[in-house]
């Protein structure tokens, strides 16, 4: 029987070499134990305790008493390291001489974590823990946050933060009615979601104004999304950046946001109004009273659909409420229930007007997206306190109003761009100090 006398090394997959490199030379628990406190630091995104590494290593022991060989003894352990409770939540724990209900500033690892899940949804990457080792994060905060903005996996924060302040998740459960809408389809639903993701994409790599969400007279669209538009000349599945017909402009227009806010067989002035309540000003209407009906949802009514809402108002119970939704909500009804461009509603035309309740008057989209720039206050502090939110992944309390007062301070002075506003963020206090609950380790 021939066979090879001098067989090729074994090669293992990249990973496989990161994990298990170690020092030629050392004895096999030895090797190990360099391999598992490596390991450990860079799953707890910190140092690792000896005392710690010797908790583990009992793993190791373990297996090896049970004849395991040297790798199934040193997966074992790493199996430990993976159900730890500081790789599963990202812990901050006080200094042992912190005294309960004082504020401290995090150290510079936990400082690390912060903005790399606030930017990444992720780990921090070697060079944030390097500069956590080196005592450096916090004077070169401002470099490390034009870095990680610029980073592919900055795609996160554009997804789960625009997701979650615009809503547009929610998208992937909204069904409008086949019949009234045969157009409509998972992948006209996936266009829809990818324009906003690249709007908002395109504000924060190119740092434009805020404001540029309320009103732009550009967007991204493919050949699909460009049809329901009523756009010509463009081609293809690929998104491209366009300039936008004047009906056009702003997250307010996007078919992604008229679409949620919509009924599945008609538009809701009632929803539309609520979000832009909700979402950009953050003056939310009050929930309705348990015992209002609910009005109703069906496409075909006795009128117009403003004509029924009038009626509703009517009602003292429904009035303060919805003299503050519907007359937003009207200044989009040229958008039907899925976000295209119309004239009429059945066989009514049309009236996009409306009054607001401090008395402003607008005609259609256009002059009520004039309007909401002029209320640049408060949409900036909404912006802010969504922002601040997101990124300390808590609700705001009221001891937290002075580091957004210090955010739209300096968005004003600075011409409102976007990187100012994430800037002020991850300097603010709130995310850069912790108050002492007594745990510690």
């Known amino acids: 029987m021939d066979g090879p006398y001098n067989p090729p090394p074994q090669v293992f997959p990249e990973n496989h070499r990161r994990i298990m490199n170690h020092q030629p030379g050392l004895a096999p628990r030895e090797a190990a134990r360099e391999v598992v406190s490596r390991f450990a630091a860079r799953a707890f995104r910190r140092p690792v305790q000896p005392d710690e590494v010797d908790r583990l290593m009992k793993l190791y022991d373990k297996a090896e008493s049970e004849g395991e060989r040297f790798e199934a003894c040193v997966r074992l352990v790493l199996e430990g390291v993976l159900v730890w409770p500081d790789f599963l939540f990202r812990v901050e724990l006080d200094p042992r001489d912190a005294q309960p209900g004082t504020s401290y500033p995090i150290n510079e690892y936990e400082l690390a974590s912060r903005l790399s899940y606030f930017l990444w949804s992720s780990m921090p990457d070697e060079t944030l823990l390097t500069l956590a080792a080196e005592g450096r994060l916090r004077g070169e905060l401002e470099s490390q946050l034009r870095r990680m903005l610029s980073d592919p996996k900055a795609?996160?924060?554009?997804?789960?933060?625009?997701?979650?302040?615009?809503?547009?998740?929610?998208?992937?459960?909204?069904?409008?009615?086949?019949?009234?809408?045969?157009?409509?389809?998972d992948e006209l639903r996936s266009s829809m979601i990818r324009?906003?993701?690249?709007?908002?994409?395109?504000?924060?790599?190119?740092?434009?104004?805020?404001?540029?969400?309320?009103?732009?007279?550009?967007?991204?669209?493919?050949?699909?999304?460009?049809?329901?538009?009523?756009?010509?000349?463009?081609?293809g599945k690929e998104f491209r950046r366009v300039k936008l017909p004047a009906n056009r402009g702003g997250i307010l227009t996007h078919a992604s946001i008229l679409t949620l806010t919509s009924n599945p067989t008609r538009t809701s002035p009632v929803k539309r109004g609520k979000w832009v309540l909700d979402q950009l000003l953050n003056t939310p209407?009050?929930?309705?009273?348990?015992?209002?009906?609910?009005?109703?949802?069906?496409?075909?009514?006795?009128?117009?659909?403003?004509?029924?809402?009038?009626?509703?108002?009517?009602?003292?119970?429904?009035?303060?409420?919805?003299?503050?939704?519907?007359?937003?909500?009207?200044?989009?009804?040229?958008?039907?229930?899925?976000?295209?461009?119309?004239?009429?509603?059945?066989?009514?035309?049309?009236?996009?007007?409306?009054?607001?309740?401090?008395?402003?008057?607008?005609?259609?989209?256009?002059?009520?997206?004039?309007?909401?720039?002029?209320?640049?206050?408060?949409?900036?502090?909404?912006?802010?306190?969504?922002?601040?939110?997101?990124?300390?992944?808590?609700?705001?309390?009221?001891?937290?109003?002075?580091?957004?007062?210090?955010?739209?301070?300096?968005?004003?002075?600075?011409?409102d761009r976007f990187s100012v506003l994430m800037t002020e963020v991850v300097k603010s206090e709130p995310f850069q100090m912790r108050t002492a609950t007594g745990e510690v380790r």
């Open 155 to 185: 795609a996160a924060f554009v997804e789960n933060f625009a997701g979650q302040w615009l809503t547009i998740r929610k998208l992937a459960f909204v069904a409008p009615d086949s019949k009234e809408f045969p157009g409509f389809d």
């Open 195 to 235: 324009e906003t993701e690249l709007f908002f994409e395109s504000i924060v790599r190119e740092d434009r104004s805020i404001l540029d969400f309320l009103d732009a007279d550009y967007s991204f669209v493919n050949e699909r999304l460009a049809k329901h538009y009523g756009m010509s000349g463009v081609e």
């Open 285 to 415: 209407p009050p929930p309705p009273p348990p015992d209002v009906p609910d009005f109703p949802e069906e496409k075909r009514l006795t009128g117009s659909l403003r004509k029924v809402m009038e009626m509703h108002r009517e009602k003292p119970i429904c009035a303060s409420c919805h003299q503050r939704m519907d007359p937003i909500g009207f200044a989009f009804e040229n958008y039907d229930a899925t976000g295209a461009w119309r004239d009429k509603d059945g066989t009514f035309l049309i009236d996009p007007s409306g009054v607001l309740p401090d008395g402003r008057s607008f005609q259609g989209p256009t002059e009520l997206k004039t309007i909401l720039r002029g209320k640049k206050e408060l949409f900036s502090r909404c912006l802010a306190e969504k922002m601040l939110t997101y990124a300390l992944g808590r609700g705001l309390e009221y001891y937290d109003k002075c580091a957004v007062d210090k955010i739209l301070e300096a968005l004003n002075q600075n011409g």
